[in-house]
T-cell receptor, first 114, second 117 residues
Framework: SAVISQKPSRDICQRGTSLTIQCQVD?????MFWYRQQPGQSLTLIAT?????????ESGFVIDKFPISRPNLTFSTLTVSNMSPEDSSIYLC???????????FGSGTRLTVV | AQSVTQPDIHITVSEGASLELRCNYS??????LFWYVQSPGQGLQLLLK??????LVQGIKGFEAEFKRSQSSFNLRKPSVHWSDAAEYFC???????????????FGKGTHLIIQP
């Protein structure tokens, strides 16, 4: 399975600012996924990042708020822009290696907006 | 659109007792099904997955799950729970995209497992 390094592991940010979360994978993968887990809730898919093309966003998520970069096959970033306290969540990246391995998740970024 | 229902928000089980966590899904084709566990302050760990073939799948930590197409279910079971099994359990469904590539997962709301001594 893949090893995913996610940075930062946690952060406390002021409202109105932006935070960029990094996700590094030890294998080359075509698709990377970003999820949000609001406090006490389940995971919700934000977007799918395919190397070489624009990210695909799920309903309720927009590029202006959550811009994503995917410069190569092992790295992606998610930016949470113009943050408000409602953005306080755990953000997780995930990859699917295919071949029946299933999806692996990073350890998450715990974001608190004050 | 695909969806996952975990009808039990909380389940309390005595240590050593058997466990079954329910999961029902809605998806138009054969889904890929997963169970993940999340301990407090921890990331998600894959317990087991079903892609095809044998409908009874074995996972880590003594867990198993059975895919029942007729019931659209993928229930998780363990014959004897340990105190360390206390955690949040998520069922998820995904699929391969037409033309290749993977879809993101749709998660259920989770079941919080409490173990009584």
């Amino acid at each position: 399975s893949a090893v995913i390094s996610q940075k930062p592991s946690r952060d406390i940010c002021q409202r109105g600012t932006s935070l960029t979360i990094q996700c590094q994978v030890d294998s080359q993968v075509t698709m990377m996924f970003w999820y949000r887990q609001q406090p006490g809730q389940s995971l919700t898919l934000i977007a799918t990042a395919n190397q070489g093309s624009e990210a695909t966003y799920e309903s309720g998520f927009v590029i202006d708020k959550f811009p994503i970069s995917r410069p190569n096959l092992t790295f992606s970033t998610l930016t949470v822009s113009n943050m408000s306290p409602e953005d306080s969540s755990i953000y997780l990246c995930s990859v699917d290696l295919g071949g029946g391995y299933g999806y692996t998740f990073g350890s998450g970024t715990r974001l608190t907006v004050v | 659109a695909q969806s996952v229902t975990q009808p039990d928000i909380h389940i309390t089980v005595s240590e050593g007792a058997s466990l079954e966590l329910r999961c029902n899904y809605s998806y138009g084709a054969t889904p890929y099904l997963f169970w993940y566990v999340q301990s407090p302050g921890q990331g998600l760990q894959l317990l087991l997955k079903y892609f095809s073939g044998d409908t009874l799948v074995q996972g880590i930590k003594g867990f198993e799950a059975e895919f029942k197409r007729s019931q659209s279910s993928f229930n998780l079971r363990k014959p004897s729970v340990h105190w360390s099994d206390a955690a949040e359990y998520f069922c998820a469904v995904g699929a391969m995209k037409t033309g290749g590539g993977a879809d993101g997962l749709t998660f259920g709301k989770g079941t919080h497992l409490i173990i009584q001594p």
